[in-house]
């Protein structure tokens, strides 16, 4: 069994130099690649004869592709033949979970954002939240894939997770019931005061394009004169839709986004297909932590063309491409291939998206918030527990307070008022100014 295996990456190593490297750099670099091939043989072979119980070569093998590719990036990952196949299931009413997206940020898995109306939205999980514990077992090190498989479950099941929040004295232990979690993408549509349109914007889904324009029909026809988008608390979705999006904002030909990788195919642009059907109204975009991936694409679009205002905080920073692709055995590499970028050329990922207003949302500030670093909590985290559960009655109150006044919506209404105030002002002098002409 175990030679079978030695001669599979010895065959390997031929499929690689049968390629013919046509220059000094690539015949260079293949030798290197054979050079470490040995190396990493050799270290299959000692592990096999010398460790002390018998391991299967399955295992090894596993092991050496998960240490791979998590020496990559965060987002690269691999997937073992049972999870892969859970993932691509995934039927309605098989597995529950939570409503959050997450990533890995700073080297801690974090909340990029909990999803309006979903079991961790209704806990008060917020955006920006480090998950340092689930299930009392220590994150660190922890990749997204596996996080994912434990944060999962059976419907009406319970997960607790142990949350580092900032601006906290303690950290946080929430328990929350596993649901199947369904996505409405258009949460809230809506005149606000002086006929500007409000719609809130939560997953860019299949049929979110659609919907939206069903949406901005309908505000229009009530009566719209400007319009602010809200993207905050946004994980993404999927890139065409972020593009159908911004497309019925601009006008045809604008670039959108484009993508670049290191194979040519992975080279894409995406721009504005038509003129829109829509007005050009006074715009603003609203953002924060939790606009992640398609949302930035979305607002980096608009900032870029110079179609609307963006407002609120800095984006998550998710900003590359994964591939996904299907191995002999069943299990799957999940690879990054390609990275997002503006219009402008601004790469989306580990920068996001700075927004042209800076607006922090109404938080009142604790007196004393936790100060160890990152490496320090999780060695106190290891020797004892070093914080009492907080009372559920105590996080309802937390989460109440968040929504009880909004900010960054209160200076987006104040932004478009003063557009407006403008427009009015000029456009007589600039009436004036023609007939004088």
Do not use: C
């Not at 299930?135 to 990749?143: C, D, L, V």
């Amino acid at each position: 069994m175990w030679n079978r295996v030695v001669v599979m990456w010895v065959v390997l190593v031929v499929l690689v130099f049968s390629l013919s490297p046509s220059s000094t750099a690539d015949r260079k670099a293949a030798e290197e690649l054979y050079n470490q091939m040995e190396v990493f043989t050799d270290s299959i072979t000692l592990i096999q004869n010398n460790y002390v119980d018998e391991i299967e070569p399955q295992k090894l093998i596993h092991g050496a592709i998960k240490g791979m590719l998590s020496s990559l990036d965060p987002h690269s990952q691999f997937m073992e033949p049972d999870f892969y196949k859970e993932m691509k299931v995934q039927t309605e009413g098989e597995f529950g979970g939570l409503g959050i997206e997450i990533g890995i940020k700073d080297e801690l898995l974090t909340v990029i954002s909990p999803i309006d109306g979903t079991p961790a939205y209704e806990a008060g999980i917020k955006a920006g939240d480090k998950i340092v514990k689930i299930e009392k077992e220590i994150t660190r090190g922890i990749s997204i894939m596996d996080a994912v498989g434990k944060l999962r479950g059976k419907p009406g099941t319970k997960v607790t997770i142990t949350i580092l929040r900032e601006h906290e004295k303690k950290l946080l232990d929430f328990t929350i019931e596993r649901a199947v979690i369904k996505i409405q993408s258009i949460k809230d549509v809506r005149i606000l005061e002086d006929n500007i349109g409000y719609i809130r914007l939560t997953e860019f889904q299949e049929k979110t394009a659609k919907d939206l324009e069903d949406a901005l029909l309908k505000l229009e026809k009530d009566g719209m004169d400007s319009f602010i988008l809200d993207l905050r608390n946004n994980p993404g979705g999927l890139l065409s839709t972020a593009v159908q999006v911004s497309d019925k904002f601009l006008s045809g030909g604008k670039m959108i986004v484009y993508t670049k990788g290191r194979i040519k195919g992975q080279d894409l642009e995406f721009k504005a297909h038509k003129n829109s059907i829509h007005p050009d109204y006074p715009m603003v975009v609203l953002v924060n932590e939790g606009s992640a991936s398609a949302s930035e694409i979305v607002a980096g679009a608009i900032q870029d063309n110079h179609r609307g205002i963006i407002v609120g905080t800095k984006t998550f920073g998710k900003g590359s491409v994964q591939t996904v692709i299907e191995l002999k055995d069943g299990s799957a590499i999940r690879l990054t291939t390609s990275k997002y970028f503006t219009p402008s050329g601004r790469s989306i990922h580990g920068e996001g998206i700075i927004p042209d207003i800076e607006v922090e949302p109404k938080e009142e500030k604790l007196e004393a918030a936790i100060s160890e670093k990152h490496e320090d909590i999780f060695e106190k985290l290891e020797k004892e527990d070093t914080h009492p559960p907080v009372k559920e009655e105590e996080k309802k109150e937390e989460s109440k307070k968040k929504v009880s006044y909004d900010n960054q919506l209160t200076r987006a209404v104040d932004i478009i008022k003063g557009i407006k105030v403008y427009k009015k002002i000029t456009s007589p002098m600039l009436e004036t100014r023609v007939k004088v002409q």
